[in-house]
T-cell receptor
Framework: GAGVSQSPRYKVAKRGQDVALRCDPI?????LFWYQQALGQGPEFLTY????????KSGLPSDRFFAERPEGSVSTLKIQRTQQEDSAVYLC?????????????????FGAGSRLTVL | EDQVTQSPEALRLQEGESSSLNCSYT??????LFWYRQDPGKGPEFLFT???AGEEKEKERLKATLTKKESFLHITAPKPEDSATYLC?????????FGAGTTVTVRA
């Protein structure tokens, strides 16, 4: 597609519910990142995929967070047993190159984000 | 761990009043310093990448510069449509580490 698409744009969950956030990256993009952005803060790294391989999940806050990209395109971020501190905007970004290359073309394109509110 | 600090947190400008935003960073092996613009309710939008000290890039009323420890985003004669949050990020390996951003408001 023309850009990175995320759904749902807004999600309200009761504490303890499970949620799933979807990311459709730009077609053909190798690298996919998930970031968490709290109100008034910059995006914080969660996890990184190169094609279908999850190469880094060091930013996931707890074992309640899980991400997958089974066919190397669409990715899903799942949060189990949501807590109020999980309330944030979850941003997905993709780039055409493998992340390790210091390439001028290796620019992250972000989606509009999914705003999660946990009551 | 890569660290990025942006200042000021907020900047209110009159239309036409030029100013600069600061981004201080520490990173082991800089593989790019990035500036993004973020409008309310939207994802960050790419502006510039700088790779080495002394490098400068321009786009309309924006100019980004880089030294070994910091980057500046200069806004010349801003217009109300330049109102946004400007995010600075560094890449040490493959991921971007962001600062908290500077929110710029330009009054007509």
């Amino acid at each position: 597609g023309a850009g990175v698409s995320q759904s749902p744009r807004y999600k309200v969950a009761k504490r303890g519910q499970d949620v799933a956030l979807r990311c459709d990256p730009i077609s053909g993009h190798v690298s996919l990142f998930w970031y968490q952005q709290a109100l008034g803060q910059g995006p914080e790294f969660l996890t990184y995929f190169q094609n279908e391989a999850q190469l880094d999940k060091s930013g996931l806050p707890s074992d309640r967070f899980f991400a997958e990209r089974p066919e190397g395109s669409v990715s899903t971020l799942k949060i189990q047993r949501t807590q109020q501190e999980d309330s944030a905007v979850y941003l997905c970004a993709s780039s055409p190159d493998r992340g390790s290359l210091p390439s001028g073309a290796n620019v992250l394109t972000f989606g509009a984000g999914s705003r999660l509110t946990v009551l | 761990e890569d660290q990025v600090t942006q200042s000021p947190e907020a900047l209110r400008l009159q239309e036409g009043e030029s100013s600069s935003l600061n981004c201080s960073y520490t990173v082991s092996g800089l593989r790019g310093l990035f500036w993004y613009r973020q409008d309310p309710g939207k994802g960050p939008e790419f502006l510039f990448t700088l790779y080495s000290a002394g490098e400068e890039k321009e786009k309309e009323r924006l100019k980004a510069t880089l030294t070994k420890k910091e980057s500046f985003l200069h806004i010349t004669a801003p217009k109300p449509e330049d109102s946004a949050t400007y995010l600075c990020a560094v890449r040490g390996d493959y991921k971007l580490s962001f600062g908290a951003g500077t929110t710029v408001t330009v009054r007509a």
